[in-house]
Nanobody
Framework: VQLQAWGGLVQAGGSLRLSCAAS????????MGWFRQAPGKEREFVSA????????IYSDSVKGRFTISRDNAKNTAYLQMNNLKPEDTAVYYC?????????????????????WGQGTLVTVSS
C-alpha cells in the first residue's frame, strides 16, 4: 500500500488536520499509525487506530489535543491536531500495519508498521 500525507504551517494554539490517503490496497486491512520526527531526535509514536476504528491510543504528549480517525470508505486516515505547540514541529509520518495488535498496548513501535508515507512537515510558529 502506498501512503501520502499532507501537512502545513500553523501558529501556536491553532489547529491542523493531517490526511493520509492509501492507494493500492484497501485501508481497512491495516491498523494505522502516526509518528513524528523532530530535527536531531528519534522518530516517536504519536497515535494509532485499529482496523475498525474502535480502539485508539495516544502518546502522553498529545493526549487530549490530537484525535486520530479513519474513513475506510474513503481509504483515508486522519490526525486532527488542536492547540498546537511549537514543540509539535516535526516531520509527521503515517504508517500502516497488518497487525491489529499494534493498538492493544499504550504505545506502538515503528518496527510494527510495514508501510510508510513519505512524511510531511508540520511547523508550529510561536
Amino acid at each position: 500500500v502506498q501512503l501520502q500525507a499532507w501537512g502545513g504551517l500553523v501558529q501556536a494554539g491553532g489547529s491542523l488536520r493531517l490526511s493520509c490517503a492509501a492507494s493500492g490496497r484497501t485501508l481497512s486491512q491495516y491498523a494505522m499509525g502516526w509518528f513524528r520526527q523532530a530535527p536531531g531526535k528519534e522518530r516517536e509514536f504519536v497515535s494509532a487506530i485499529n482496523k475498525s476504528g474502535v480502539r485508539r491510543i495516544y502518546s502522553d504528549s498529545v493526549k487530549g489535543r490530537f484525535t486520530i480517525s479513519r474513513d475506510n470508505a474513503k481509504n483515508t486516515a486522519y490526525l486532527q491536531m488542536n492547540n498546537l505547540k511549537p514543540e509539535d514541529t516535526a516531520v509527521y509520518y503515517c504508517a500502516a500495519s497488518i497487525f491489529n495488535t499494534v493498538v492493544t498496548g499504550y504505545r506502538a513501535s515503528p518496527a510494527d508498521f510495514h508501510f510508510w508515507g513519505q512524511g510531511t512537515l508540520v511547523t508550529v510558529s510561536s
